[in-house]
């Protein structure tokens, strides 16, 4: 059975390298703005509100840059390069402090899911969501949520049975990755030397790919922001090769998200025929697979060593047969990408069954031996309900019936696997 670890009962949290890097609810309680997810130029102003003079400003950002992405820091006082009239100044006006996490489950095949409680904004109540870390032999892979919800409504994700809520800030998308790097002990201890750093080998997090919950198009702005500080070098400093932002199809945000953000880009095809697709991923009807894959056709920098990735839920007896196969092939004639091809993973009340494991090979081996690279993922999580399409936050739990059904699918079904 896979370990879950109710974080909201303190006797259950696991020991922490160091304090400063323990959840902080109560802090991000209080209505104090947060620096976490400020560009620079924002850092500079909320500076100078604390009574930074003006040729320090810079200077200062720098340190609390450099605290909060590079040591982990989620406490002014551990702070300790700058003044302590500075950090108490900074602790009455801002905070820095993580989100609550309410869950943490572990699977059996290693893969992480934590629910997240972020505070209310302006007038509304705190949400949830959930981030997923699936460790790999070399790799480490994050996928991050943009919203809270989802108004794509997919008819084989989880997540998009759950009615939008609201976008996540920047400082929300960001704070996923930090509360990862905490849980998984990535950031310098506060007693290593100052201007220790985590090494780009044998990290943890290596790449993070935004295919949580909610479109993150949908989301440009914030999304954008929390991605350009993931990868800045001063801080986080997340190639923007092992950024991956993935998107159902939203036209106009492609183009942007290659000039501004310039990640790798996923692309949820799911369908060969915009009938098909237009069932599958409702959004195909404002923007249909020609507009789809000419604004593919276009991406900035787009080579073969910077190729799209098509995302392909294979779905029994609806989408997976070789005249499938061989339409998709037509279709992406002259992008360079790969093509992943996703064993469907269950939820109650879903109105799908996986293809068989003998179709999906087929299917696969037709797309490899027509010169574009299909790897079929291992479903991961699935025990935890952290698989890809799974994600449904807390804010509408599920049912004690409808967990112990599902666990007694995925026991039924494990031989398959």
Request: charged share 25%; aromatic share 6%.
């Amino acid at each position: 059975m896979p370990a879950t670890i109710d974080l909201t009962d303190p006797s259950a949290r696991p020991a922490r390298p160091t304090s400063a890097q323990a959840p902080a609810s109560a802090q991000a309680l209080d209505g104090k703005p947060t620096l976490i997810g400020m560009t620079r130029e924002d850092m500079i102003a909320a500076m100078a509100e604390a009574g930074v003079p003006e040729r320090q400003l810079k200077m200062r950002v720098n340190q609390l840059w450099h605290w909060l992405y590079v040591r982990g820091s989620s406490d002014f006082a551990d702070m300790h390069t700058i003044s302590r009239e500075l950090r108490e100044k900074l602790d009455a006006l801002y905070t820095v402090a993580r989100p609550e996490i309410v869950e943490e489950q572990i699977s059996n095949d290693g893969t992480r899911k934590w629910l997240m409680r972020f505070p209310p904004r302006g007038a509304g109540r705190p949400v949830e969501v959930e981030t997923v870390y699936i460790p790999e032999e070399g790799r480490g892979t994050l996928c991050i949520s943009s919203q809270v919800g989802c108004t794509l409504t997919c008819t084989f994700c989880h997540t998009g049975t759950q009615k939008l809520v609201r976008n996540l800030t920047a400082e929300e998308i960001l704070s996923q990755l930090l509360v990862a790097r905490d849980r998984l002990g990535e950031f310098p201890h506060k007693d290593t030397p100052q201007g220790a750093i985590v090494p780009a080998e044998g990290r943890k997090v290596t790449n993070i790919v935004m295919m949580g919950m909610g479109e993150p198009l949908y989301n440009f702005e914030h999304v954008k922001q929390a991605l350009l500080i993931a990868s800045d070098g001063d801080g986080l400093a997340l190639s923007r090769r092992r950024i991956t932002l993935s998107t159902s199809g939203v036209v106009p945000g492609i183009v942007r998200t290659g000039e501004e953000i310039g990640v790798m880009l996923a692309i949820s095809l799911h369908a060969v025929r915009d009938e098909l697709r237009d069932e599958l991923v409702p959004i195909n009807k404002k923007y249909p697979l020609k507009e789809l894959l000419d604004a593919c056709r276009n991406y900035p920098g787009l080579s073969n060593a910077r190729r799209i990735t098509f995302e392909y839920v294979m779905l029994k007896g609806v989408n997976d047969s070789l005249a499938d196969a061989k339409e998709l092939v037509r279709l992406l004639k002259g992008i360079p990408a790969k093509i992943n091809l996703i064993p469907f993973n269950p939820w109650p009340g879903s109105a799908y069954e996986c293809s068989d494991w003998e179709t999906i090979e087929t299917f696969a081996d037709f797309v490899n031996a027509n010169g574009y690279a299909s790897p079929i993922r291992t479903p991961r999580g699935r025990d935890i309900l952290a698989a890809c399409g799974q994600l449904k936050s807390e804010s509408e739990r599920m049912r004690k019936t409808e967990r112990l059904a599902l666990e007694a699918m995925m026991i039924a079904g494990h031989g398959a696997d």
